[in-house]
């Protein structure tokens, strides 16, 4: 047998396409070629499963060797693809039975010494073999994450010779296993933050309803601590959403945190970070950090010191819950549904509109730093909320203590469970129809919600997001219909967008 095949998965965007290895041995100079648009690291294998072949005390072919990635259209990267090169050459040669690589997917990264190396972007890899009805073979380092894919079968080797005994039933490679039962989740305490009722009660609306929350006021008011606090009222992640969570780890090059899988993620990127790193990019795209908070929180302190072409990349991701990644050869798609929380100050100082009148800002400078936000972008926040310093005096010790984020989280999780049995979908992510369905208001509260708009100067979404706010606050007191007072307060949360955006 001069051919023999072995399957592989390659890594675009999230997905993990199937990659075919076909190793051919031909007569004439000793020659080893590889093709299928393999990038340098691939070309490298050459080196790395040569070696490996000798030093695991097998003959290496000394033919023309022709090995195909196939299909040729999808670029290969990384080292993912060397263990299935090396298994295809050996079935080639003879010393391995070539019927089967046809029952087994393999990934791995090669040693010189014939040492599997882990790679990334396994856990995809993984649940599409067990679509295919494949077994997947995986380095020992990737075999906890493999181990995710629920009906998957997956094994774990540490070297080339542990792969080999095993396709040729000498022995069996043990499967890959991991501890997922995740350590109880500890979340700061809302009890913790200190007066500030209105900015406690926003951050339990947006959790409601997974309504995107901006804080304003000055330093040391109690923004980030309040932001902190929202992952904790949170529901838990179902498993589809923790898996789909963890995929996008799995392909970021950051690597998978398994003790925290099952955890909603908050990533909170320092205000330089660029307009890449917020949506992900690259030569071949890895998620940015609205990627990875998805099914999250995404935290931008600072709000107004980052570049405006950054912010202005979350508006769409923000309502379609992904981010689409362009590039010459093809696009990548990865999944973005996070719930945004931001924090900013008032004006350049921070101290805008305190009552110590500490403020020397011109109504100049206040404006400009204000318009560094986009009115789209604001158009898309629901709760916008002025948090004010606290006197020393509720800052005290022995100052009464809020309500804690369990007795919070218990009045979530009823809003939100009527909103998934109503529409199935948190009242943020209601489509219009589904907007005029179920926030449907009162003739009088329709007009007062239509003079706050013209007076406001807000937008058509502005309006509808606004009674799903007013929806959110309904559910959160259990009654069917949307009353006045909701419709007040929906509107309240509105009233620093014309400010901010200048």
């Known amino acids: 047998m001069n051919l023999a095949l072995a399957h592989s998965r390659a890594r675009v965007g999230v997905h993990a396409p199937a990659v075919r290895v076909e190793a051919h041995l031909g007569g004439g100079l000793p020659n080893f070629t590889l093709v299928g648009l393999p990038a340098t690291a691939v070309r490298e294998s050459r080196e790395r499963v040569r070696s490996a072949i000798c030093n695991a005390q097998f003959e290496f072919p000394q033919r023309r060797i022709t090995v195909n990635l196939a299909p040729a259209d999808l670029p290969k990267e990384g080292g993912r693809y060397d263990l299935a090169i090396a298994l295809g050459l050996l079935?080639?040669?003879?010393q391995l039975p070539v019927a089967a690589l046809g029952e087994v997917e393999v990934l791995g990264e090669l040693a010189l010494t014939g040492e599997l190396k882990p790679?990334?972007?396994?856990?995809?890899?993984?649940?599409?073999?067990?679509?295919?009805?494949?077994a997947l073979v995986v380095p020992a380092a990737n075999a906890a994450e493999a181990a995710l894919a629920a009906g998957g079968r997956a094994f774990a080797a540490r070297t080339l010779l542990e792969v080999c005994s095993h396709l040729r039933g000498e022995s069996v490679l043990p499967a890959a296993t991991a501890d997922i039962e995740a350590a109880a989740t500890r979340y700061p305490d809302l009890a913790d933050v200190r007066g500030q009722a209105a900015g406690r009660r926003a951050l339990e609306v947006a959790?409601?309803?997974?309504?995107?929350?901006?804080?304003i006021g000055p330093p040391g008011c109690g923004k980030t601590l309040l932001a902190s606090r929202l992952p904790g009222l949170l529901p838990e992640p179902s498993e589809a959403e923790a898996l789909e969570?963890?995929?996008?780890?799995?392909?970021?090059?950051?690597?998978?945190?398994l003790a925290r899988w099952r955890q909603r993620p908050f990533r909170?990127?320092?205000?330089?970070?660029?307009?890449?790193?917020l949506v992900g990019g690259g030569g071949n795209p890895r998620p940015g950090e609205i990627s990875l908070a998805h099914h999250g929180v995404l935290f931008l302190d600072e709000l107004a010191e980052w570049s405006r072409h950054a912010l202005d990349t979350l508006r769409q991701p923000l309502e379609s819950g992904r981010v689409?990644?362009?590039?010459?050869?093809r696009q990548s798609e990865f999944p973005a549904r996070f719930q945004l929380v931001a924090a900013m100050n008032p004006c350049p100082c921070g101290w805008a509109g305190d009552p110590s009148g500490r403020c020397n800002c011109s109504a100049e400078a206040v404006a400009r730093y204000r318009g560094k936000l986009s009115g789209p972008l604001l158009d898309r926040i629901d709760l916008q909320l002025a948090v004010p310093r606290l006197p020393p005096s509720e800052?005290?010790?022995d100052a009464p203590r809020g309500e804690s984020t369990a007795t919070v989280r218990a009045r979530v999780l009823v809003a939100r469970e009527r909103q998934l049995a109503r529409a199935g979908v948190p009242n943020a992510q209601l489509d219009q129809a589904g907007t005029e369905r179920d926030c449907a208001l009162a003739p009088d509260d329709r007009q007062l919600l239509e003079r706050a708009i013209e007076q406001l100067q807000l937008s058509a979404r502005a309006l509808h997001r606004i009674q799903r706010v007013a929806r959110t606050l309904a559910d959160l007191e259990g009654v069917e219909a949307i009353a006045t007072r909701h419709v007040a307060e929906a509107i309240g949360y509105r009233l620093l967008d014309r400010g901010a955006a200048g």
């Open 119 to 134: 790679v990334d972007g396994v856990l995809p890899a993984a649940l599409a073999a067990a679509r295919e009805g494949r």
């Open 395 to 397: 800052l005290r010790p």
């Open 268 to 277: 909170s990127p320092h205000h330089l970070a660029s307009a890449v790193a």
């Open 324 to 329: 689409v990644i362009s590039r010459a050869a």
């Open 91 to 94: 079935a080639a040669s003879g």
């Open 207 to 215: 959790a409601a309803g997974a309504h995107a929350l901006l804080f």
């Open 245 to 257: 969570t963890a995929a996008l780890h799995s392909v970021s090059g950051q690597g998978l945190d």
